[in-house]
């Protein structure tokens, strides 16, 4: 099974984008992702 995470800006803290990861992964997901508040790219991370 597949769950929706929200990525989450690690600086400005906006939910950017929604995506899906498999329930089983025990790592959180973290991706350099544009974040369009910051206008550069930034780390994002997993949040449900």
Known sequence: MREKVLLICSECLS?????TVNKE???KL???KYCKNCNKQTLHKASK
């Open 15 to 19: 939910r950017n984008y929604v995506t």
């Open 30 to 32: 973290e991706l350099m």
């Open 25 to 27: 992964s025990s790592k």
